[in-house]
């Protein structure tokens, strides 16, 4: 059965699967909602399953449709919102990079890292094991979950992957690495642009543009994100969204919220709620609140 076109509310459930926590589900119904632009250390692998959603995927701009699979590779800037008036229903499912290797050297893939080089796809079997997946993550069944979601990986995979074998990752000059360590370093009371740009050594512009062109965000943009990800690690050890907003650098837990559901699609406190952080029982999906 697929989802209820009805989508003019908007829902989201943020979720881990059942048998491998490292794995992340999204269920969601967006009109309003707009992604900012963003990357995963991982994959993204998403069902559209009514509506159309319109995605920036590095310097383009995609359409994907009901019935389509957006899939994004591990550290590609993107971002997403409705393409129609009436919003857009998905179901995704962020694997790690190691989760999705593993399942290509299992089919025999030689080494190097899998990549997606076509960001929509028409792949009906493949979106509705995709579908089960989330399905039986829903239900808490570990066994099924775990089982679908390899015969899912293996089915992308083997129709509409390549290995990429370009070695070591082009080098980052060493203005912006250095820059980028600084902000790791500094999520509470980062330096302005001037200092950073004093600290490694040029100018405020050329740095903005080095930095912008390599990592694919101006440095306050990629702050921001480290920040939600440092956010997710402390509220997954179940300290509270106002402690999290504190220890991250954001102003205060309104400021944490607005930028955690611009990167997650869901706020902080349903994050925690989801994931059955802070109360007993299971980890299946809750409402976003």
Known sequence: ????????????????????????????????????????????????????????????????????????????????????????????????????????????????????????????????????????????????????????????????ARVRRDGAPAAMPPAVREARDILHANLVGPPSLERLAEAVGTRPFPLLRAFRETVGLPPHAYLNQVRVRAARTLLDEGLPPADVAARTGFADQAHLTRHFKRTLGVPPGAYRSARGIGRVGGRGPREAG
């Open 1 to 160: 059965m697929g989802a209820s076109t009805d989508i003019g509310v908007e829902l989201a459930h943020h979720y881990r699967h059942p048998a491998l926590p490292e794995v992340d589900l999204l269920k969601a119904r967006f009109v309003t909602h707009r992604y900012n632009r963003h990357t995963h250390d991982g994959y993204v692998f998403a069902v559209i399953e009514a509506g159309v959603e319109e995605f920036e995927h590095g310097s383009a701009v995609e359409r994907a449709g009901t019935g389509s699979i957006v899939a994004v590779n591990p550290g590609v800037v993107h971002g997403g919102y409705a393409g129609t008036p009436e919003g857009w229903a998905y179901r995704v499912m962020y694997p790690p990079v190691d989760v999705v290797a593993g399942v290509a050297a299992d089919l025999g893939a030689g080494p190097g890292t899998p990549a997606f080089p076509e960001p929509v796809l028409d792949d009906p079997a493949a979106a509705g094991l995709l579908r089960a997946v989330h399905r039986a993550g829903e239900k808490g069944d570990a066994l099924a979950a775990s089982t679908l979601l390899r015969t899912a990986l293996a089915g992308m995979l083997t129709r509409h």
